[in-house]
């Protein structure tokens, strides 16, 4: 069984990580609203933030993982939840352990859901792209009645 001590200091670095994912949370609903009102210059703003934020989460899990292996514990969620067995019920630990991952999931599903957006707005732009590549190749195209027309007429450069 792990110090009081040590049980605080877990508690701290949960709180920590809490406090991290919540600001990641933040910049990926930002995101998400950035997306859904087609702001793609706040988008493509907001990448740097999420890869800063992103270290720290990074940062954060590392240090979990590597006081799990130090306790001998496989650096897992099943891992986790042995180790925090061994903690003092009263420290805390297991809901500021519980809000993290909370948190996490949350952090996943925004993503999850971001990225989503982000390939259907792919997708239309494709589309998009292919109808105006058609549109110029002056390839003929047919009308409702079946006559072969070209997509677009050339003109000469002096031809307004």
Sequence with gaps: MESSDGALATVRDFEDEARALSAFIEILESEQTALAENRIDEVNGLAGAKARHLAVLTSHSEKRAARLEAAGISPDAE???????????????????????????????????????????MQRIRRQLAFLAKASSNHPVYSADGVARLAMRSRSLGEA
């Excluded at 061994?86 to 297991?94: D, R």
């Excluded at 909370?102 to 952090?107: C, D, G, S, Y």
């Design 79 to 121: 891992g986790a939840r042995a180790w925090l067995a061994g903690l003092p019920e009263n420290s805390g630990a297991s809901a500021a352990w519980e809000r993290v991952t909370e948190l996490a999931r949350r952090a996943r599903d925004l993503n999850q859901a971001n990225g989503w957006v982000v390939s259907l707005q």
